[in-house]
């Protein structure tokens, strides 16, 4: 469920706007669930940046103070989730550096596989790195690179560097927007009027900030704004695309549109297909809210069994409060989450969650039906069996920790969970539903699933 | 719609648990949406009391710290909304004084209507009031009474009181609950385990807190627990109960339980009354989320009309963030809704909201829906006109600002909001779903709609 | 030392300026070192009044936009010590209340010896109280009067209150200034220009916002100031004053007059006296800073010894840091001050300090100076043996914890700190340099040497 | 006076010490004086580097919590103050890096005069900086260096910088001292027990942390301590020492002792020359305090004049609090300080002040003493005039505002500020009092007096 994986990050840009700073707090505040640990914004007046970073929510983040403050008309922005322990705040992005054509903010979301390698022949080379990011090392190759000017430099780095990357980059005067080979990420254009280009990792970022959608960021592809206009290259030759299937099943807001496909149309096919594989005689169709909504819809709508809210989300249960102690642990999921009785009592219950990593959370809400009175419980899940790390910037718990490792069939896991039944959709039943050739292997990035991961990942 | 009117309270209480304080904390956490300015608790450990009031939510309020100094196995909690300026910290509540019997804490959901009144009085018999709220008199009228021990003198004086209160008063060693005569506000009791009781607003803090429910608290009726027990009695003879009919529209929680009827039952069918008194041809049934979904789904389903999540919330909508400046300020609502165009346009679209009060948002709601595509866009509301003010506790605009009391006809109103068409719920289908004998006229108090005040209103 | 007792509290008024609420804040400010707990103001544009009150310093408490909000031109300010664990916000002075007659506001410096009594005969008549201060009793007094007008019903009440009281108390368009009848606290006015009255604990307030001096409050006198004008009167006979001797030797600010007589001046004369009735060979005296210079300096001038800064502060000294660590703990003293080799070493050294109360923080700084190679330390002190409580409002150690009360002379006494030698100022002395007739026993109060109390105890 | 000259940092190093995160913090506290805007702590365990940097003063960019995660037996911490409008807490110090090495932590205090054409240098050669310190100029260095060892590079890197620095540099195992060829800033070592080394900006510090002072550190001298002992250099020739006069003039505490001279009698001595010099009739010598009193007491002690404490500052004075609005604009210096009448009054009075740049501060206390009664005011400086900006890390007006550049004179400029005369220390008596062979022009630097600089500035 929802917790389990984090995806790390959202980014955000605008060229010539008049409003910059302040319409990329709002397209940020729309990003917010790609990342809650910090936000940051980088402006320019056309002479040099200023920027801002700091915890929590955007808007924890800034104050009208500080965006009064932030003046020009182009700006990019950033919002971070993390692991890391320490020095929260000097990772936050954009980073900001100063090199000798001048000032540089970058923006990432993702990661590079080969980080660690780059970092050190940098290093070998006297780089001094203050950040422990991916991101500084981008800064460090465009600053070393024999092409003079940014415009060449900055689009002729980016083959050096592998793995996931949605990249904005500012200088005083220029915006350049790039996409890794894999496409592992999304990243959209739009256009607010006739003059200004923004840049976002969603598209609802766009209705937000009253834009309207362009079109998609191309595999291995760069974009160059500035004064003399727009101009676009590739940096690696068109591959087929492995864009990450779990922004669809559950990252991405349902109201944003990727790659031609509404977000939240898929989840509903997901639901669908799911029904296809996985029918079930059941009363009533449950979903774990909020993001299991729309399979939930799917799957009641192909088998016709009613959809009801048979489980409610305190409205402020994403707010971080004082945990129970451990004489109080059973409330946990009980402070989130509870089951209608009127709904639930005496009921076969289809239960749609959009996901299992751990397993933790589907046992204590599968626990918290039987409560309610159900009589059966089935639990289908909108998503394969998650069984393998991600390399392109998602959280996700160890190999030992998920659930599919620790179970040799969907039998098992569902005794684990203490569910009447479980099954998972199929990967083809993924791929069909987020509408892939299924002869073509690698449109979508399903290695969380597969294991087969479309880049090197230069483990040693 | 939801940010027109404002519950103004909520309230907690528990009797013989060893961790009273942390479940009162998540008892009010459950009814976070009663309150969200202030919140307190009082916690007695049997000799003196210890209480804490911050401003905020729950959890901004109160931390680890703080809620382990608290010891004590009874306590009572309380969530606060205030439109009041100044000095707001002061009047959060639960009020504790100090008084010849001893310490005294006060949690009071509702408003008295001869508070003036009264208050006028005991000042002339030389007391003084530090706070502005209504919640001092009633301890001032306790420890004026002639009655010489709290269990006399409490129940006592809550016959001169008069107007909505929903109330729990602890003392070192003894818990009362209350309800006023009319049973304008909900208040419930459950038991945890077979030693511990709780008292709330709503049921859904029992689910929090690992309670089952026990019984409703009836109109006039007194409960006081201590030691010897459980003791009740009334202090105003049976009459009609009068609940307040827009806890089952807007104000509660859909998995609380309201005198035997579930929230999100009862708005469902608010949604299929609605349906058969105002249908229309239409594509597809949109709700304002989310507090309008469980009667945009009785809507749909009475009509056989698919429904669809054609509006998204931003789900960190919520958090105060900075509003957007003059030349932005088209963005305001785009900010926390978005329209899926995919399920929108070219359609001919039902959107349904649970009330009308002033009728700004929604006129940009129904903007934002035209601009995905819609080809008609019909407003349904599931509560009738709301034409009236309320004296028991509910913030609402003025009379002169209200929708209904600007135009005559509905169709006017449409048109105000530039909707194709707009119908509200009559009395009678609002009435009828909330299952009353209609030759009762004051089982539920309808006067925002109807203008007929179950109390005197001690106006001048 | 400095450290040992604390003044509690201290007040200021101020009537008929348009600045008033910035002009308290400025008096509080030069009064800071007299509570540095809490501050508060309250302020009345005539009609009715807004008050603030916050932790810590003034310039903590209060912010440029709380100031701007507080528009009127009277106003009343209090700063506060106070030894209470809990709700320390809610005791915060200024208290306002509302009352039969309109708003009261009360700030007060002192100790009610009777208030235990009072307060337990209110709430035999109903009253109910909030805090758990003095200042409340004072508040309910006035509230119950018979005396129907606050001008006839507050001087009324105060001849019914026992102990020190510096008080001033506003209504919405009336000032009250009292003063105890044993004139236990300092208390004086001042004029700006020939309109605005001010009152304040000390002086040094009245240079702070521009004022003259103009007169001292009398032992049993009020003064009511309001638009017809100043009227003055007594609730007491004239007895004689028992002004607190430990404001001139450590409490006061050095900058301030108090019943004519300059507190610096006194400060040098109690050193002077020391050193005519407890000479020394020496080759240099040294002060404990800040608060013993003065002394010193007087000490050194009558011997004609050189008089050298041997003990610098940390400027930062003051400031809450985090404690050294048990393995740490011998830092303590040394963080805060430091001992200047070049000057003390090989000398023999007269340490001067104001009072010793528990001797803690004197043995520590004998033993500096110790450290620092002096070849003697005789250590004199300003002010006789501290040996008896204070009722009158100064926090203090317990009777067992003093010094003066463990050992039998100040040979074991000096012994016990570690110096070569030790001597106090006799009573006579002290009383001499406050320049009073030794003839006459009780104008100025030297309970906390002499343990003869000038009001009655109500111990019991 | 003193709030018209800023030094902009201290540094602290303590090398072997278990409590070494702690004993930072403590001697960071009594480097306070030195830098109030920022605080940072850098520590090893001998692995790896973990730092934290706050704003403001130590105590509050630093709480329990943090050093308690702060383990090692080295560390590094860094007090400064910035005239730099943003991203402050980016340059706070120390600044950590990560380069081939390993980390890198560094504390500067001063400033590089060739900072830029390095940067410059660096820049081209591919170097990214995210601050806009000098200090990262030096990081990138070492990095850079041909050397491979640190030991080996930071000694060698240190000949290529130009200006003021005193340098405590940490890697995972060692601590590099430095100071810079012209010994422009203080820097001295010490040592607890036989096993920990500590350096520090001023000795005032030893004490705080009870170490002994072993010796100065030599202009143009490096020390190297790690695991094998201390091994020590020179990175430039024995050169003459320039060090900042301003240090012993106002900067230092009095409690320090530079290069074997007190601080606190060296002031002192200023005061006696200055008397010599500039005699004056008078009834009374009076300190701006606090740093004009050990000057006062020589100026006092040289003619027979009475010192006394005719100014009294708000020992709250150090707080940032709300500024007077424009009509109460007269109050700024009151709120400061306030002159005692008793003493002032009728007399002739002789002011000391440490220095003067712009003039405005002591214009203001000239009329509050004048107000207070004086018959004359003498103003006495114990500087010479101030003319010419510094280099080296001081913060100052531009030379236009300095009060000596707009006057020719030292009698139009004592009429600017109202005094009935004005004189101030000839430079020759500045440097002999400060004990240098007048023969040698310098042994200090006076520069900002004389305009002659020690170093090149490298404007162009």
Redesign the interface.
């Known amino acids: 469920m929802s917790s389990e994986m984090k995806e790390k990050c959202g980014v955000f840009g605008i060229f010539n706007h ?2 910059a700073a ?2 990329t ?2 397209g940020l ?2 990003l ?2 790609r990342g809650q640990e910090s936000a940051g914004i980088a402006v320019s007046d056309g002479k040099r940046l ?2 801002h970073h700091g915890m929590g ?3 924890q983040a ?3 103070d500080i ?1 009064d403050k932030m003046d020009g008309n182009m700006a990019i922005g950033h919002v971070r989730y993390s692991t890391s322990g ?2 929260l ?2 990772n936050a992005q954009p ?6 054509k001048g000032d ?1 903010a970058v923006a990432h979301n993702g990661n590079l596989v080969n980080a660690r390698i780059e970092r ?1 022949v940098l ?8 950040t ?1 990011t991916d991101t500084e090392v981008i ?2 190759l465009i ?2 690179s024999k092409k003079q000017r940014f415009e060449h430099a900055a689009p002729d780095i980016l083959s050096r560097i592998d793995g996931s990357f949605a990249l904005v980059i500012m200088t005083e005067n220029q915006l350049l927007i790039a996409l890794d080979r894999h496409g592992l990420r999304p990243l959209s254009l739009g256009k607010i009027g006739d003059d200004a280009i923004v840049a976002s990792s969603e598209t ?1 970022a766009f ?4 834009a309207k959608f362009w079109r998609d960021v191309e595999p291995g592809e760069w974009i160059l704004i500035n004064e003399n206009g727009i101009e676009t290259g590739r940096f690696a030759k068109k591959e087929e695309m492995s864009l990450c299937s779990f922004e669809f099943v559950y990252f991405a ?3 944003s ?1 990727i790659r031609g496909r ?1 977000v ?2 898929i989840r509903k096919e997901l639901g669908e297909t799911l029904a296809k594989e996985h029918p079930v005689e059941a009363d009533v169709v449950v979903a774990v809210p ?1 993001s299991s ?2 399979s939930a ?1 799917g799957y009641a709508h192909q088998l016709d069994i009613p ?1 009801e ?1 048979g489980l ?1 989300k ?3 249960a ?5 945990e ?2 451990q ?2 642990r ?2 946990a999921v ?2 989130k989450l ?6 639930i009592e005496g009921k076969r219950v289809v239960l749609i969650d959009d996901s299992i990593v751990r397993g933790t959370t589907i046992k204590r809400i599968v626990k918290l039906i039987q409560d309610a009175g159900a009589k059966e419980v089935h639990v289908r899940i909108s998503s394969p069996m998650v069984r393998n790390p991600c390399f392109y910037g998602v959280d996700m718990p160890t190999k030992e920790e998920m659930l599919a490792n620790r179970h040799e069939q969907e039998q098992a896991m569902g005794e684990t969970i203490g569910a009447d039944s479980l099954a998972f959709l199929s990967t083809d039943g993924l791929l069909e539903a987020v509408n892939i050739d299924l002869a073509e292997t690698n449109q979508h990035c399903i290695a969380c699933f597969s294991g087969a991961y479309p880049t090197h990942l230069y483990l040693d």
């Open positions: 008049p409003q302040d319409l707090y709002y505040h729309a917010q669930h200023k920027h929510l955007v808007n800034f104050s009208r965006l320490e020095s705040l000097k980073l900001v550096f100063n090199y000798s540089l050190d290093q070998q080379q006297g780089s001094i790195f203050q422990t800064a460090h600053a070393r609802c209705n937000a900030v009253g807001r349902p109201d549109v509404s939240l149309s909020e909504i729309p819809l959809y809210m409610i305190n409205p402020y994403g707010r971080s409060f004082i129970p102690t004489e109080l059973e409330l009980r402070l509870s089951a209608v009785e009127e709904i």
